[in-house]
């Protein structure tokens, strides 16, 4: 739990429970630490204040679950993305399970993905049950999907990057990172990566940044503010990201909003002048499908035939040595895909067609 500025302590707190019938309680194996995390450690941003539970992407093993709960049950390892979601409202339908009206966020003054175990509300809906064990190796790489894979993804998705683009990633936190990774992927002409830390901007660059500078190197960033780039993601949430993002993309150009906001935006009458298009990323993470997934099979060198070097240490999450693809169950829009049934030869297709999903409101197939 967070208590104040600079520090962190642990606790004992009630034993995560059964509440409602929907409910699991999860036991968590691994988690992630998130920039969000750090805002209310360093003490910005006053709307953040110190809370008694930190944490919100973790992957653990289902210890009990409540009768309403069929889709996960007692040994399943699941992934729990950032939010949890009741599957059911309008917001969850159209496939943003983020913006559900009966969700919410872990930590706080609920139970945190950095305790030991967590209430887990509309199980069915939240958690992607994982066919793996608590000892695979690529676990580390299945846990970016919770958030920080899964939001590089949606920005790139809310930009609809296409082949031929030109793509800037403010930030270089872990967002950033993941964008730009997602960016390579969707086929963008050129990627550029400013950000403030040398060591992650070399990552950025076996990411698949075609080129990488530090922000504060004046002279760099006036000459990229003159390339024409259709497209800037802010990854960090910061008063200057923001402000850097809005001054690199061109005219007619988008910027999408992805990092934690902790800044103003411009001004009404420059977004009118400059045709601008301003969106927001807040990432449906349990509903985005496969290509966040693909990103995570792969080693992040494998984007430019550069292979990962491992450093493990102690406390710190091992890179994937491989690249096997991962598969997942569940009911509901899955965060990982699945891949249709392979039919017989001759045999006639029922169903929806592949790679289709029928409209929530449509009846059966055979259906009076």
Known sequence: MR??????????????????????????????????????????????????????????????????VGAVRAGTLVLAPFRWSDGTCHACVSGLPSSCPNGGMWGGDHDGGQGEAVRVPHADHTLVALPLDTED????????????????????????????????????????????????????????????????LALGARFGADTTLNRQDAAAFAQLKEQRITVVLECAGTQPAVDAAVELV?????????????????????????????????????????????????PPGSVRGVRPHRRPRRGASRLPAHGRPIRAQGTGPDLIHRPPARRAAGAAQSGPP???????????????
Not at 43 to 58: L, S
Not at 354 to 368: M, S, V
Request: positive net charge; aromatic residues 2%; hydrophobic residues 40%.
């Open 137 to 200: 190796e690529r676990l580390p790489a299945v846990l970016t999907l919770a958030d920080v894979m899964a939001t590089g993804q949606h920005a790139v998705n809310r930009a609809r990057v296409r082949p031929g683009a030109r793509v800037a990633v403010v930030g270089d936190g872990a967002v950033g990172l993941c964008a730009a990774l997602a960016a390579r992927h969707a086929g963008a002409e050129h990627v550029t990566l400013p950000g403030r830390h040398d060591r992650r």
């Open 3 to 68: 208590s104040a500025p600079g520090e962190v302590r642990i606790e004992s707190m009630p034993d995560a429970a059964i509440v409602e019938l929907t409910d699991a309680v999860v036991r968590v194996v691994q988690a992630a630490l998130c920039g969000t995390d750090l805002w209310g450690y360093r003490g910005d941003g006053n709307h953040i204040p110190p809370g008694p539970r930190a944490g919100h992407e973790f992957i653990g093993v289902v210890e009990e679950t409540g009768r309403e």
């Open 250 to 298: 061109a005219d007619g150009g988008t910027v999408v909003l992805a990092g934690a906001p902790h800044a103003r935006l411009p001004e009404a009458t420059q977004v009118l002048l400059r045709n601008l298009t301003i969106t927001g990323a807040l990432a449906p993470a349990r509903a985005d499908p496969a290509p966040a997934r693909r990103r995570a099979d792969r």
């Open 354 to 368: 592949r790679h289709r999903r029928p409209c929530p409101d449509q009846p059966p197939r055979g259906a009076p």
